[in-house]
């Protein structure tokens, strides 16, 4: 480990402003820093002290498809026992990241989520993706930063499995103050911390990757490059870094992390990634995203709120899904259920035949017909889900 | 999929302009592009996005009256606007129904009219670059006279392609006399107009089978004019597939007839699912004015419509299938 040294403006002047700073190395006090989050509370990391904190910084190049990193990263602190109580300081960026992601319960474990903002220039890792973790004392005891061996649970799991307690009794038999600080926390926190480096640091860097690609661009045919595309889904504004060719399917699932609309064949013969578009039912793995910008774009995530339901509630084409087991293993169902949401509103006939017509473009391989379109006709002849429910 | 430029002109001249380059494709609904872009059937440069012209001008998404009864229907029009329009089910049923008999609902919502009868074959060695195929690379060959050749063209082939032409919609058009309109690039701002008769817009093989319409490179398709004809009210647009829905046809039948005192006075006849190009049959017609609507006329109108058809070693039962299609839409249409 590293002799611990001074921050610069604790002790020490900051005369080396010339220099860039380097990324702090373990043992190192964290840099001071305030900064003001999303909701607008002001936050230093003095005040955090007394419990780890876990500083990830994503770069400068932002996608939001690395929700879906941020997804696992909330199922794992769910998963590990005792962990409850992580939060979410600070999210930067847009898009989902918007939403705290953590539930506001304890504060064990702040996590503080940056941009490449002043912050990462005082951690000397501007523009490039970083994750820190510091200890109750406030000195860096785990970091990954580029450069770094790549962080695998091998190198994680020796500082804290060598060390860690499984309950907090346990604790109180380390012989120091400073061992005692590589307890149940110090483990969840440094644990998250290889979490988010392997996770969201990797996207990160890949993401660097294509940043770096577009600001040597001189010799890249301007065919190759992403441009800004602003999708409007599920009633938010999406910007995301797009080349003309990605599908609006892909731009969905793999830039925006919203993985609703499935890919079955990809070639517009199975229906799976049906999305509406203005209200109209269509395959989204057939159109490219830069075409569909500056229309309405629902995925099966929205579906419910154009039906005015608000909170967990289902639409009613949702429920009658499930009141008639219109599914079984469940892949085409989002495309089922948002081909039949709009086939309610298209101008056929009262028939079933005339439902299995509208709906031929959604293949099932489980074979559910019957209960799917027992389940479009329940909607449309406005059968109610109640007495249905009522009859399981 | 290739890298290509995309852009999305706000006027025709502009796009008309963008089109002049080498290399370029202009994209509407994408449903037949984009998946030959995935397959890298088509490699274009350049894609250019003719929806936006819509917001300027509404009559190129939608279906206007012409002088005397006809329709003019707008080029960008979703095939499902036209499906469902009224006035295209009361005066010319088989147009709607050739539309509603092909795709799927989300296919129809984005597939335009243009791009529908500007479709590339189903040829599986079409779609896949492993095969030769004179269609996609002139000089190669033509792997469907030997291979598995089910689902080709009996009519219109050469010993150079036999890949059938998939449009239903285009089958109808034929039939109903429709012409297309088209703007072509010029000295003159916004270009200058032609038009073409739809039996005349797609081209046969022969030795050149990647040419498939007259279309010249960079022009654009603005409207397809469907001129009056009374008889049409009672006309029928029968589809015959392998599943019940969602397939593209073994054989159709496009069929209006007009039967006054018994006697049939005029008959329009197309057949589709059969032919490298879309089959009108004036022989058929012939075959059927003057006489009365009975079974045996119609009969004698399939044979004289299928003279001359040639089968290859999968497809042969398409000549009796084509002309019982024929049959079965002439009788439902006068029943």
């Not at chain 1, 220099?19 to 043992?27: T, W």
């Not at chain 1, 294509?210 to 065919?223: L, Q």
């Not at chain 2, 994408?30 to 890298?40: C, F, P, S």
């Not at chain 2, 070693?313 to 000549?319: E, G, L, R, Y």
């Amino acid at each position: 480990m590293n002799t611990p040294s001074t921050p610069c403006g604790i002790g020490r002047a900051c005369d080396d402003v010339s220099d860039p700073p380097r990324a702090p190395d373990v043992g190192a006090y964290a840099p001071h820093f305030e900064l003001t989050d999303r909701a607008g509370h002001q936050i230093s990391l003095s005040e955090l002290r007394g419990s780890p904190v876990l500083l990830a910084f994503h770069g400068a190049h932002w996608d939001p498809a690395w929700s879906e990193s941020v997804r696992a990263y909330n199922r794992l602190i769910a998963d590990l026992p005792g962990a409850a109580g992580a939060r979410l300081l600070s999210i930067a960026g847009e898009g989902t990241w918007q939403s705290p992601l953590f539930e506001d319960g304890a504060l064990d474990l702040p996590v503080v989520c940056l941009d490449g903002g002043p912050v990462a220039e005082q951690y000397g890792v501007a523009g490039v993706a970083a994750v820190f973790v510091v200890d109750s004392d406030g000195r860096i005891s785990w970091r990954h930063v580029p450069g770094d061996a790549s962080p695998t649970p091998n190198a994680v799991a020796p500082v804290g499995a060598s060390t860690v307690s499984s309950d907090d009794a346990a604790d109180a038999n380390e012989p120091s103050a400073t061992s005692r600080e590589w307890t149940r926390r110090r483990f969840v926190a440094t644990t998250l911390a290889a979490a988010v480096a392997l996770a969201f640091a990797r996207r990160a860097a890949r993401a660097e990757e294509i940043a770096r690609s577009i600001g040597g661009s001189a010799a890249t045919s301007s065919s190759e490059l992403a441009s800004a595309v602003r999708l409007r889904v599920n009633g938010r504004d999406l910007t995301l870094e797009l080349e003309p060719r990605v599908t609006l399917l892909d731009a969905l699932r793999e830039y925006a992390g919203i993985t609703g609309p499935k890919k079955g064949c990809d070639h517009g013969q199975c229906g799976a990634c049906t999305v509406h578009v203005n209200g109209r039912r269509i395959l989204s793995c057939l159109t490219f995203a830069v075409m569909q910008q500056g229309k309405e774009i629902t995925t099966i995530e929205g579906l419910a709120a154009t039906a005015g339901a608000s909170g967990d509630a289902l639409h009613p084409m949702q429920q009658a899904f499930i009141d008639h087991d219109g599914f079984q293993c469940g892949y085409c169902t989002s495309g089922q259920i948002m081909s039949a949401s709009a086939v309610v509103r298209e101008p056929w006939g009262p028939a079933d035949d005339d439902v299995r017509e509208a709906m031929s473009g959604n293949i099932c391989r489980c074979g559910a017909y019957p209960g799917i379109v027992a389940a479009i006709q329940q909607v449309r002849k406005g059968t109610s889900t109640d007495s249905n429910r009522g009859r399981r | 999929m290739k890298p290509f430029d995309y852009t999305a002109p706000g006027t025709i001249a502009d796009a008309l302009r963008a089109g002049a380059a080498p290399n370029t494709r202009f994209i509407v609904g994408g449903t037949n592009l984009v998946d030959l872009m995935k397959l890298e059937v088509e490699t274009p440069a350049h894609v250019v996005d003719l929806n936006p012209l819509a917001e300027a001008d509404r009559t190129l998404a939608t279906i206007s009256e012409m002088p005397g009864g006809g329709l003019r229907i707008g080029a960008l029009a979703p095939m499902s606007d036209v499906a469902w329009d009224p006035r295209v089910k009361e005066r010319y049923p088989m147009l709607s129904q050739s539309l509603l008999l092909a795709a799927s609902g989300q296919l129809r919502n984005m597939a335009s009219m243009g791009g529908n009868i500007l479709q590339r074959t189903r040829c599986p060695y079409f779609r896949d670059t492993a095969m030769p195929c004179n269609k996609r690379e002139p000089g190669t060959g033509c792997s469907a006279l030997r291979g598995f050749n089910r689902s080709h063209a009996i009519l219109g082939t050469s010993e150079h392609c036999i890949a059938t032409n998939p449009s239903d919609l285009a089958v109808a058009l034929a039939a109903l006399d429709a012409t297309v309109r088209v703007r072509t690039g010029g000295t003159t701002a916004g270009g200058a107009e032609r038009t073409i008769a739809m039996t005349d817009f797609h081209v046969l093989p022969g030795t050149h089978p990647e040419r498939e319409t007259v279309l010249r490179a960079g022009e654009i398709i603005t409207a397809i004019e469907v001129p009056a004809l009374p008889f049409a009210r009672r006309s029928l647009y029968l589809k015959v597939r392998d599943r019940a829905s969602y397939a593209f046809a073994l054989a159709s039948a496009a069929v209006a007839l007009d039967v006054a005192n018994g006697r049939i006075r005029a008959s329009r006849v197309a057949l589709g699912g059969v032919g490298t190009k879309p089959w009108r049959s004036l022989a058929a017609e012939r075959a059927l004015v003057g006489r009365a609507p009975t079974a045996a006329t119609f009969r004698s109108a399939a044979n004289a419509a299928l003279q001359g058809a040639v089968a290859h070693k999968d497809n042969a039962f398409k000549v009796e299938l084509a002309k019982r299609t024929l049959v079965r839409a002439l009788t439902e249409v006068v029943a």
